[in-house]
């Protein structure tokens, strides 16, 4: 194969070279909440812009920790890991494990869903993990009309490092869901798609059929699935997660730390800002403001990890600007301490 033959098959087929990747710290590197192994309760618990999904009420339990296993020659240095936490061997039809990425509706707007020109997608991972068989992996579009598109990929050698392409055209399956009105996404800052990968699902989020959109917003996966979940041994490995337009997928876009930051930021601020509030005369009101290093997606819930002096944190009303910054103030004099969080994700 000839030196230009390699190169135009590495190259994405559409969208610009920079810039391309659709999903915020897709190789781990932001852990802004922990890094140690967190038990997963609906919610961000390590790895920015990654949510875990576990109802734990059935039995079954599953953590997620920043770890340094990472595929070979890739650049990565980190990885996401879930570790089955407490077994659950008998699926309840209810019962979940599986984490995702929301991505911000303005930020789906080059997908040109809800026209004849949508675009094909494509995601590519590295995973890993000791329980091989088939794991599925949705695409859903919640905004409006609900359109879910489960599709199966493979685990074929445990504990071993697998690149995996996945790629979504908008009428999968011969449908007409993506291209017809109800496939918009409407441009403001909620949520615009959902990618999920699936680790145990009950019968009431099975039922889809790989490779093809559904209107059925609980098709999350087929009925082929692992059960991920069924022992404490089994671990799950992700990273180098990457969305793009177009049929083909690219090489990762490895950005700087930084850069990958401040995209996390519009959704979390924290938890390490300390900020001191000192009077110096009679004045028995402490009052600080403080502008967030980017705008973030909302007027943001503060909480406040660590409070001396019974400091009070505004950041809704007239003490912000649109997610902007906030205003902090203390009713007694002397040197009071804030150590707070601001969280604005989907």
Known sequence: MSNARKLADN??????????NFIINGDMK?????????????????????????????????????????PSGQGFSYSLKLQCSTASTSTAAAEYAQFNQPIEA????????????????????????????????????????????????????ADTWEKKTITVTPTAGSTTFITNSGGAI????????????????????????????????????TTNAVNWLDNTANNFYITGVQLETGSQASPFEHELVGVTLSKCQRYFYGPSIRIHM???NSDTWNNSD?????????????????????????????????????HIYSSSQGGHYVVFTADAEL
């Open 106 to 157: 303005q930020n789906c707007q080059a997908f040109a869903y809800g026209t004849s020109g949508a675009k094909t997608l494509t995601l590519s991972f590295w995973c890993k993990s000791n329980k091989t068989g088939v794991y599925t992996v949705a695409f859903k579009k919640p905004d409006s009309t609900i359109y879910i598109i489960p599709i199966e990929y493979t685990i074929s050698s």
């Open 30 to 70: 932001i852990f802004q909440r922990a890094t140690a192994a967190t038990a997963v309760a609906n919610n961000y618990g390590t790895a920015d812009r990654w949510k875990a999904w576990n109802d734990s009420s059935y039995g079954g339990a599953m953590t997620t920790e920043r770890s340094t296993d990472v």
């Open 290 to 326: 403080v502008i967030f290093p980017t705008q973030m997606r909302v007027n943001p819930t503060m909480t406040a990890t660590t409070n001396v002096g019974s400091c009070t944190l505004y950041a809704t009303g007239v003490y912000s600007q649109n997610g902007q910054g906030l």
């Open 186 to 221: 409407a441009n403001d800052n909620g949520s615009g798609l959902e990618i999920y990968w699936n680790l145990l699902l009950g019968s009431n989020y099975t039922g889809g059929t790989s490779g093809t959109w559904s209107s059925n917003g609980s098709h999350y996966s």
């Open 278 to 280: 000192n009077s110096a």
């Open 11 to 20: 190259l994405p087929t559409e969208g610009q070279l920079g810039g391309r």
